[in-house]
């Protein structure tokens, strides 16, 4: 009915992708090529297979090299990391809504040159990224949203380039070698980042009024990051902004941070995990009473690493009146997830 949540199971395949990487030239270029079929079996979802991954990289020296291709943007840690080593199973709410923020297909893998390179031994570290962003044509409002009440969809007619930077700080002795959200106690970092995204002079018209407004999308974060021995902490807080700079509509200003850690317990042989994140997602900063709250608790398992591992987790999200995702009747959800991870 729309007013309460319903209880119900669901058995599916979270991630399934097979994976291509190699050399071109030794020491110099590399490839990856990765297909995904993602939440295939899911309730409400739809079995597809897609690019997930396919690029090139060029490594020129430690400090200059060159991506081009279809892959990450270089923005918020925790959505960086490789999928396969995540801490906890879900991703943060606010996080996943800052990916979807520069495109209406696959916004946050979308193809890009990527500039990057480790000053100082990785003690300073940059990436710098152009990409596409909105596209002509494709659906940038429908009917309802916070654009236009008319009934035909509103598409993008002109998308200005989409540009990333994100650098990185670590102390001496604390420079991360490789991004991992749950390193399993080997070596130790100390990392702060700093985002910007932008794209700016999006042009877009309504098919029944035929009018032209024009908006600008910015998105600044920052996060710290560590880890020593079995312990692992995360703080990352994103917020961006939706501005008409042609048009009547207030700004859309939405905001989230959270804190997460886990601790690797090897005695014993038990490799075993408990973790937790904390999370605070202001759906728009602009409206009263939008927020979720979100509190994970998880205990993780590591057979083999992450080549072989076992999560359980319990995600409890408590919504506010005007939020999206509260019902009518309920504004509290729980979620009981086991996740078994084989990668090869």
Do not use: C
Request: aromatic share 12%.
């Amino acid at each position: 009915s729309g007013k309460t949540y319903a209880q119900g199971n669901d058995i599916y395949f979270r991630r399934s992708r097979l994976e291509m990487t190699g050399t071109l030239v030794p020491k110099s270029i590399t490839y990856n090529l990765t297909f995904s079929a993602d939440r295939w079996e899911q309730a409400g979802g739809t079995n597809t297979v897609k690019l997930y991954n396919a690029y090139l990289v060029w490594d020129v020296v430690d400090e200059f090299s060159v991506r081009l291709g279809k892959a990450k943007l270089p923005y918020s840690r925790i959505s960086i990391i490789p999928d396969q080593t995540l801490l906890l199973i879900e991703y943060p709410d606010s996080t996943e809504a800052a990916t979807k923020l520069f495109g209406g297909t696959d916004p946050y893998y979308q193809p890009h040159v990527l500039v990057n390179g480790r000053v100082l031994g990785g003690m300073f570290s940059y990436f710098l990224a152009a990409g596409d962003g909105w596209q002509n044509g494709e659906t940038i409002y429908t009917r309802g949203t916070y654009l236009t009440t008319d009934t035909a969809d509103t598409k993008v007619a002109k998308g200005g380039a989409l540009t990333v930077a994100r650098i990185e700080l670590s102390p001496p002795g604390w420079v991360e070698k490789k991004k991992i959200d749950a390193p399993l106690g080997i070596g130790k970092h100390l990392t702060l980042g700093i985002d910007y995204a932008a794209q700016k002079g999006i042009a877009f018209y309504n098919n029944t009024v035929n009018r032209n407004i024009k908006e600008d999308r910015v998105l600044m974060g920052y996060d710290l990051s560590g880890h020593y021995k079995g312990l692992t902490v995360l703080y990352e807080y994103n917020t961006w902004t939706i501005r008409q700079t042609a048009g009547a509509k207030k700004d859309v200003a939405p905001r989230g941070w959270l804190v997460q850690a886990g601790y690797l317990i090897e005695a014993l042989n038990l490799n075993i995990e408990p973790a937790a994140r904390y999370e605070v997602y202001n759906q728009d900063g602009n409206k009263s009473d939008a927020y979720e709250r979100i509190m994970t608790v998880e205990l993780n398992w590591y057979l083999k690493g992450h080549s072989l591992k076992l999560g359980a987790d319990w995600i409890n999200t408590q919504y506010e009146k005007n939020a999206k995702g509260r019902l009518s009747n309920q504004d509290e959800k729980n979620v009981f997830q086991v996740q078994t991870q084989l990668y090869f």
